[in-house]
Every structure is written in C-alpha cells, then in structure tokens.
C-alpha cells in the first residue's frame, strides 16, 4: 500500500511542489529545545520549553506566541497605518477617510469621557418608558438593527437543507457569563467568575445612577440563569440535524402566544414565510418568562443588556468596571492602551475598508501564489489518501472525493471587497459606532432570500487564522496567516509543510470531521454515505473524542473530547496530509541534515513550533471550558502520539509516555 500511494503522489507533485521554495533558507535553527525531555514523552516541551520558560505575557494580554497571539504583532502593523491615515484629510468615502476618521474618533477620549453616560440615556430612558410585552417585544426588535442584542438572536444565513437560498435562523442567545454551564457549577473557580460577573451587573447600575443595585443585580442574573436552563449544551450543538427545526412564520407565531412574530420579523425588515429555529427550547421557555416575569425585571434585564452592550465605547468608568470582571475570566492583570483597543475595533468593525490599507502595504502577492499551489497541491495529496482508506467502500469514496474538488479556496483576500455605507465623522464616536452596526445589519438583511455570497469572507485579511465553511463548501486563507511561522517563502520545505501545510491540511479535513460530514458538496446538510461507513467513521471519530478526554491541563482540567472533536479530527489528518505532500518535494525524498536534523525531523518540529503558546492560567481554564480548540500542547501530542512516521522520525519506544501501539493509534483520513 505504501508504494502505491508513494508512486502515485510522486506523478502529483513532480512538477508542482518543485517550485515551491526554489531559494531555500536553511539557516533557520530551533533554538528552543529541551534535550532533557524525550520526544516520545513530550513532543511540545522538547521543541519549546526553553520558550516556555523564558516568554512573558505582556501585563495587558492573555497569551503570547504563535497562532491567534500572532495578531498582537499584526496590531502593530495596523497601528502604523491607522495613525498615518488618521492625521490627513482623504476624499470622503475612500477607505483611507472610514478608516482614519473612525480611528480619530476613538481616540478622543476627551470627548467621550466629558460626555459620560450622556450617549445611552436616550436609551436607558426607552427603557424606562416600557409598559407592555408589546412594547418590550418592539425595544428588543428594534436594538437587533442596531447591534444591540438580547433575549432575541435571529441572522442570515444558508438554509442547511437548501444551500442555494439564504434563510432567516433564530438561535438561543440571552446570557452574560461566557456559557450556559457557568451558571450551574460550584466549584470554586466557576464561583468567583459568578461573584465577579454579579459585582459588574451593580456597578454599571451604579454607573448609569440606580440605587439598590444589588437587588437589582440579582435580579438579572436570576433571569438569565432560567434562561440559560433552556440552552443546548455546546456539545449538543455540534449535532447539525438537532439544530436545524424549519417552520412557517404562521406555527411559529401560534405556538407562542406571548411573543408576536409576525410583529418582531416586521420590525427587523425580514420578508419571510418560513424561517429555523435552531433551539426551540429556549424560546419556548422565553415565551413563558414573559408572562412569569415583571415587565419591571424584564426592564432591568434590557437595562444591564444594553449597558453592557456599548461599555466599551462609554467613558472610562465604564470601560473599567468591564475590564474588572474580564481580567478574572482571563487572568489578564492591565487594560489594553486605548491605540491597542481602538487598532482591535477598528479591524473588527471596517475591516475590510482597512484590509484593503493592510494587503496593499504588507502582503506579498508571490506569498498568494505560492499558498494557492500549496492548496491545489494538498488537495490532491488528500484524494490519494481517501482512494487508498481501508475502512471505506468504493461508493462513498467516489462521493469524498466529489466534495474535496467542489471546495472553493480563498487565498489572502477577497476578490470582491466588502463595502460601507456609512458616514463616519472624526468628532462622534457613538455615533460611529451605532452607524456601522446599522449597516451590518443591513448588510445582512440584504442577503436574505437570496443565493449565498460566494464573494464573501467572514474573517478579515489581516487576521492569523484560517477557516473552513460547510455551508459553501470552500477554505478560507488570510494574508494575516502567511508569514512566519507558518510560512516563509525563503524557508525549507520542511518548515512550510510542518508549518502552514499542516494548517493547509486542517482545514480540507474539516469538510469531513463530525460536523463537516454531515454536510455534501453543495452544502447541503444531506447523508451521502454508505450507512456501513458512516458508521465506521462515527466509531473511529469517538475513539478520537475518548482519547482526547483523557488528556489535562493545569494538572487536573481534562479536555472536554466529545467539544473538540472536530479540531482534533482535523489536527490528525492535517498533520497526515501535510507529511504524505511533504514527501513529494525534493527534501521530503532526500536525507540531507540540516542543523542535525533529518528533513522528517524538520518538518515535525515545524509541527511542534507553530503552536508554540503560553497562556495565562485564567484563560486557559475558560478556554478549555467554552472553545472548539484543543490547548497548544495536545495540538501536537495529541495527532503525533497516532501518527506512525513520527516514532519513525524521533525512534519513539514502547514505555515512553506518549507511546500508543500500532492497534491504538487512531486514523480517519
């Protein structure tokens, strides 16, 4: 079977991978290795504990290194153009006039913090003015337009079963703390996050002039920890069928005699008949709350929403008073400069006007080439993969390998730039702010009833991630991730396969994780596979949730398994895919040792230093609580332990920690 699969991607890659780093750069030496720990033990801290030791996290942040810690250099890219565009006049409209002028504003803090909390009386006073459900229904309605959300979430997207129509959803929303299950457990951890959480609702009481705010406070919590009895778990949204109910507006409306539909999706612009509900309990019990709670809780409730909602964007009062419940979830000890954090708003809010500045001065549009070969050429190593799995039968193969070569990729930036159609004034903040909400919803609202956007992105072109969407079947690569470590034009093989291949890998495995597969070529949610092998595939994906179970952190948090299931299916054949590639390249077939190591080795490490991370511990308990993601640490350890040519690489022995027998290593794709 090996020699097979050898001759076949060697015909594949032949020609296209030789181009690949024709000027090499093999001056790149792993600086941070810890000979004292056995690779077989603990692969990570072998490759970067001497890092570990020695990186300090920045008062004012939450981790340092690779992977989304990248974007804390990228903010100073951003910075650069921000504050050169920001001290000139431009044509109004340009890019360069939104972007500059809506940095300027933020950076007023002057103004904004004479102003106080002058900016959301207005809106604090609607809420005083409410007196029915109707008219309560009417606030929370119209605040969507704005971005103001609460106890109702509804947005735009590709109805699951017909991918070729956009469709309004209604998800389960409504909750301060980061999860349902923040509010039900005791342990001392969760308790103080709960305690902080209730010491934020009475200050921005305090804040906006309420007396009695503790009772107050009180109140809202207890209403959102009823609310939150009704949400899914996360790992029961990871099942897609389970969260996909379609029905008229006219059942709907019916079975919730407490809640006029018909009136909330006219007030939101939506024209429709039909819409999914993606967790129907939750509204079910919010249509009971209506009617068991006070209009006066409920007014409480809309009133620690909303103040929440634009804190960030109130004077520093406000903005410390949110710091000071956040730094106990992240462990994150100082605010963030007000550059950082309006750098931050600015590429969250117009970002593509700014990305647009961003690929323009720092992307390499060779790095956009070069990344599309590396994709087109993944894609293939993947097909020859799937051709020669034991455990699926012919039939489904045909139709994996349908759905791997309909995947639309998306290298760098849009082809298409998303627009803005707002006026942004450099004197008004709020205004700003609010103005820009409105147009992304009404930029959403516009895709309604219509054929999905291809054109566009959901993730903009300065970010360091990478990302892949079912529901248009296609891969998405930013600018902000092709740069080192991930990938170098100058560098060896071994460092880009290890580095943005593996990346490259991750996400074409994602059109066939837990979530993925259920998910055909056009993006419909649809079953495509031989009932025998889907079985097969839900066995072997379980093995990868009780595997990852087992692992910790922080001595004694495991991993939730059945949460990360995707991410570690898509780390395993990431790292799969990548290597067999690998193997194709001139340095891949050869043995020549650069800085002592063997190109195998070269490329496991490139593995092990991408996700080189540090984390406080706050942060990191809270993200093993609520993130998809396994840490760093069992990014690697956890697909190398199943992975047979890493033993091969670093003679990995029976009895080493992270050893697992032939039989026990796990391989889906």
Not at 345 to 368: H, M, S, T
Request: proline share 3%; with cysteine.
């Amino acid at each position: 079977m090996k020699h097979i699969l050898t001759i076949i991607l060697a015909s594949l890659f032949a020609v296209s991978c030789s181009t690949v780093g024709e000027t090499k750069n093999e001056t790149y030496k792993f600086t941070d290795i810890d000979p004292s720990i056995n690779p077989g033990d603990d692969f990570f801290n072998h490759v970067n504990k001497t890092w570990m030791d020695n990186a300090v996290i920045a008062d004012d942040q939450v981790g340092v290194g690779a992977y989304r810690f990248l974007n804390i250099p990228q903010q100073e890219k951003l910075k650069n153009i921000l504050e050169e565009v920001s001290q000139n006049e431009h044509p109004n409209g340009s890019v360069e006039q939104l972007v500059g002028d809506f940095y300027a504003s933020g950076m007023d803090t002057v103004t904004i913090n004479k102003l106080g909390a002058e900016p959301i009386k207005p809106l604090l006073n609607r809420i005083d003015a409410i007196e029915t459900t109707e008219q309560l229904l009417a606030f929370v309605t119209n605040q969507i337009t704005v971005g103001d959300y609460s106890m109702l979430s509804a947005y735009v997207s590709a109805d699951q079963k017909n991918s070729t129509n956009n469709i309004l959803h209604l998800s389960q929303t409504g909750l301060g703390l980061p999860d349902r299950d923040y509010y039900f457990k005791e342990d001392p951890s969760v308790s103080k996050i709960q305690a902080a959480y209730k010491t934020y609702l009475e200050n921005i009481f305090e804040l906006v002039g309420e007396l009695e705010t503790a009772k107050k406070a009180a109140v809202v919590y207890k209403i959102e920890k009823e609310l939150a009895q009704s949400h899914k778990t996360r790992i029961q949204r990871r099942v897609i069928r389970e969260n996909y109910h379609k029905m008229a507006v006219f059942d709907l409306d019916k079975s919730h005699d407490n809640i006029n539909w018909v009136s909330v999706f006219e007030t939101l612009g939506a024209d429709i008949d039909s819409l999914n509900v993606a967790q129907p309990a939750y509204y079910d019990t919010l249509n009971k709350m209506l009617k068991s709670t006070s209009i006066d809780d409920w007014k409480l409730y809309l009133k620690a929403n909303s103040i929440g909602t634009y804190a960030s964007i109130l004077s520093t009062p406000f903005q410390d008073v949110s710091f000071e419940y956040s730094k106990v979830l992240s462990g994150q000890s100082v605010q963030q400069s007000r550059t950082k954090q309006m750098v931050h708003r600015v590429d969250r809010q117009i970002g593509f006007a700014l990305g647009q500045l961003y690929v323009k001065r720092y992307f390499n549009e060779e790095a956009k080439n070069r990344a599309l070969d590396l994709v087109n050429n993944f894609q293939l190593a993947l097909e020859v993969r799937i051709d020669n799995l034991e455990w699926m039968s012919d039939s489904t193969k045909v139709k994996a390998k349908e759905k791997l070569f309909a995947i639309n990729k998306k290298i760098g930036y849009p082809d298409v730039w998303r627009t803005y159609n707002v006026t942004i004034e450099r004197d008004d903040f709020f205004k700003n702010i609010v103005s820009l909400n409105k147009d992304a919803y009404q930029y959403e609202l516009n895709q309604l009833n219509k054929v999905p956007n291809r054109d566009e992105w959901h993730t903009t072109p300065s970010t360091v991630t990478a990302y892949y969407n079912p529901s248009l079947n296609e891969i998405v690569f930013p600018a902000g991730i092709l740069q080192a470590p991930y990938f170098d034009l100058s560098a060896d093989d071994a460092l880009n396969y290890g580095g943005i291949g593996m990346v490259i890998g991750h996400e074409f495995t994602h059109a066939f994780d837990d979530q993925g597969a259920q998910y055909d070529k056009n993006g419909n949610v649809s079953n495509w596979w031989a009932e025998s092998d889907y079985t097969k595939f839900k066995e072997k994906t379980q093995q990868i949730i009780d595997q990852y179970s087992s692992f910790t952190v922080l001595d004694s948090v495991h991993l939730k398994g059945a949460l990360t299931v995707g991410e570690n299916t898509a780390d395993n054949g990431g790292i799969a895919i990548a290597f067999d590639a690998f193997k194709m390249t001139d340095q891949g077939k050869g043995l020549k040792e650069i800085d002592g190591f063997t190109p195998n080795q070269r490329f496991f490490l490139s593995v092990a230093n991408i996700w080189k991370v540090k984390t406080r511990d706050e942060y990191l308990r809270n993200y093993v609580a609520t993130d998809p993601h396994s840490p760093p640490i069992w990014r690697v350890n956890g697909p190398l332990m199943n992975f047979t040519p890493f033993y091969e690489a670093f003679d990995v022995k029976p009895g080493e920690a992270n050893y697992k027998t032939e039989e026990e290593r796990i391989m889906i794709w």
